[in-house]
């Protein structure tokens, strides 16, 4: 079993859609949760970073963490052409130790 | 502001041709500092990570070494390529070890 489990998807939504993508994991040392998006042929860059569980909200981004569940989800709202990218979780028990997931690829059309 | 640089943007290499990919930070002092790979619809690999000069912690035994010779510097080297090296290669910086990482614009490597 993978550390961290992503679906590659790829997923594809209508413009406006809400979006939800998910991980799950399997070490439950994991504290620090996190979301980056990845356009292509660029490096990732940090959406949303969540510490235990709980929710988080940053506009039309909503992260949410379940540990009893080990389960993460970043929720789009009012999605746009400009949100299409890879999305990546990636997580870490707090020593240089994050793990990635596979990413998701997401397409969004006007 | 905080930047990293990384550089070249794309590499062909042949076969057992050395390697050495540079990677730097401007606006910050003491970053902790990465080094990934990505395959293709995989997730990001760590190479290696460094808290400070010298001090260089390998993840995976392979065909690649690190070195940090400035706070701020932090070099992927290879001696001989292989095919299997080709991969998207990005370098990170944080200042805690517990994520939220800044990554590079990445390094596009084939080896032929």
């Known amino acids: 079993q993978k550390e961290v489990e992503q679906d590659p998807g790829p997923l594809s939504v209508p413009e406006g859609a809400i979006v939800s993508l998910n991980c799950t994991y399997s070490n439950s040392a994991f504290q620090y949760f996190m979301w980056y998006r990845q356009y292509s042929r660029k490096g990732p860059e940090l959406l949303m970073y969540t510490y235990s569980s709980g929710n988080k909200e940053d506009g039309r981004f909503t992260a949410q963490v379940d540990k009893s569940s080990k389960y993460i989800s970043l929720f789009i709202r009012d999605s746009q052409p400009s949100d299409s990218a890879t999305y990546l979780c990636a997580m870490s028990a707090g020593n240089n130790d994050m793990r990635f997931g596979a990413g998701t690829r997401l397409t969004v059309k006007p | 502001s905080q930047t990293i640089h990384q550089w070249p943007a794309t590499l062909v290499q042949p076969v057992g041709s050395p390697l050495s990919l540079e990677c730097t930070v401007e606006g910050t002092s003491n970053p902790n500092l990465y080094w990934y790979r990505q395959a293709a619809g995989r997730g990001l690999q760590l190479l290696f990570y460094?808290?400070?000069?010298?001090?260089i912690s390998s993840e995976v035994p392979q065909n690649l070494s690190a070195s940090r010779p400035q706070d701020r510097q932090f070099i992927l080297s290879s001696k001989k390529l292989l095919l299997s090296d080709s991969g998207f290669y990005l370098c990170a910086w944080s200042v805690l070890v517990r994520g939220g990482y800044t990554f590079g614009s990445g390094t596009r490597l084939t080896v032929v």
């Open positions: 460094s808290v400070g000069i010298g001090q």
